[in-house]
């Protein structure tokens, strides 16, 4: 088996990449990365707020419609969309002060897709971490699922749960790294009560999106993950005010 890792600095964090494949050799690897770098510093140039020229803020600022911008543009439009729909409304890209901000969706939904470029050369096994939110594939080995451990916000020298998957994103929200920084739509306030809510499943931006909107939902959010839709999700919450952990 061979191993290849690398950070990739962009978003304002850095995004690692740990890949092992049997019979790949390293230009495979370093072309593959290359790859996933052009793709992440592409999204963005697009996505981010703190670019004056990003596609985003020339959009928000009127001086882009939404019909001249790029398909990567229109395609996480469309899905965030949806995703509004699916949670009534609570996760709600058009509602933050900002104006019109994606970053709940994009991470998750970006690391899944630099995924999906690394496993086209045919590497196996992939971890990708965009600033916790992960996409993984092929387990850590074959027959051997990856192990990721999602830490207690009160307890920080503990694990809350570790959550094995073989292939599937991971997706983390909260307010005890970042502060008061996702808004409920209806009240137009930060959201409180959960300090730390983490999705995982297929889709990583839906799993991004979801994590945000258990947020500003709390525990009586679970229940939306009872439509067939969201079979395949599942989670853990952590409240502000208490050790419980909500698994479900």
């Known amino acids: 088996m061979k191993y290849q890792q690398k950070n990739i600095h962009c978003w304002g964090t850095v995004i690692t990449i740990f890949a092992a494949s049997p019979h790949i050799n390293e230009a495979t690897f370093a072309k593959s990365f290359q790859k996933v770098e ?57 509602s933050l002060p900002s104006g019109y901000d994606p970053s709940g969706f994009v991470k998750g939904w970006a690391a899944e897709n630099a995924l999906k470029i690394i496993s086209s050369y045919g590497i196996k096994h992939i971890q990708i971490n965009a600033a916790g939110d992960l996409a993984v594939t092929g387990g850590y080995l074959p027959h051997t ?32 790294e970042s502060g008061l920084h996702i808004y409920n739509p209806n009240t137009k306030t930060p959201a409180k009560g959960i300090i730390s809510a983490t999705v995982y499943g297929p889709d990583g931006g839906t799993a991004d999106a979801l994590a945000t909107y258990l947020v500003v939902k709390g525990v009586k959010g679970v229940e939306l993950f009872k439509q067939p839709y969201l079979k395949n999700y599942h989670g853990l919450l952590i409240p502000e005010d208490s050790n419980k952990l909500h698994s479900f």
């Open 38 to 94: 052009e793709y992440l510093l592409l999204v963005e140039q697009i996505f981010s707020r703190y670019l004056v020229d990003s596609e985003i803020n020339r959009f928000i600022n009127g001086e882009l419609p939404l019909n001249a911008t790029s398909p990567l543009f229109k395609e996480v439009w469309k899905k965030c969309h949806f995703l509004k729909s699916l949670t009534q409304g609570l996760f709600d890209p058009w």
């Open 145 to 176: 699922p990856w192990s990721i451990g999602i830490t207690h916000p009160h307890l920080t020298k503990e694990i809350a749960k570790v959550i094995k998957i073989t292939s599937g994103s991971i997706a983390t929200s909260g307010t005890y």
